[in-house]
């Protein structure tokens, strides 16, 4: 398998997409975060002293899909079109679950940026409820749809296209 971040030497490149056609591209991304009833409960009934948390990590997502190319070495800096932020909360289990959607027009897919909105969208949850449950744990991060360009359409448990 050829990785496309190193050269011909095994030196580390940023890709170059200068010939690559511009396509409608869109990723989505999932993770969890679990926690204490009463950190949960606290959110729920925006009893939080740092403020409306789901307000807030969402912020912090969108914030962290358009800037994803600072954070992260050989990402390509787009210009993104649509960035969503939901939040599903479980009573039964204290958790939530943040999906993430990405969109852009572009020559580079957004599955870097969806997985790290997602990313930061749980460690805002953890950052605002530490205080509460500093036990709290974050799994699950993954990409589960990525589509647009000339490796296909990807959706996990799916058909996977070219990887």
Not at 12 to 22: E, Q, S
Not at 69 to 82: A, G, K, R, T
Not at 87 to 100: A, G, L, N, Q, R
Request: hydrophobic content about 40%; glycine content about 10%.
């Amino acid at each position: 398998m050829d990785f496309t971040h190193l050269d011909k030497d095994g030196k580390v490149v940023m890709v170059d997409v200068g010939d690559k056609a511009i396509t409608q591209r869109l990723a989505r991304a999932k993770g969890k975060i679990h926690m204490s009833k009463k950190a949960f409960d606290a959110i729920k009934n925006d009893g939080i002293k740092k403020g409306n948390v789901l307000a807030t990590a969402k912020i912090a997502g969108i914030m962290a899909a358009k800037n994803t190319s600072s954070v992260i070495p050989l990402c390509h800096p787009l210009p993104i079109e649509h960035v969503s932020i939901d939040f599903f909360p479980d009573e039964v289990s204290s958790s939530i679950e943040v999906h993430t959607s990405v969109r852009v027009s572009g020559k580079t897919g957004v599955e870097m940026e969806a997985i790290h909105a997602t990313s930061i969208a749980l460690l805002t949850i953890y950052d605002m409820c530490k205080a509460i449950d500093r036990a709290m744990t974050i799994d699950g991060i993954q990409l589960i749809e990525k589509s647009g360009g000339k490796s296909g359409h990807f959706i996990r448990g799916g058909p996977r296209g070219k990887e």
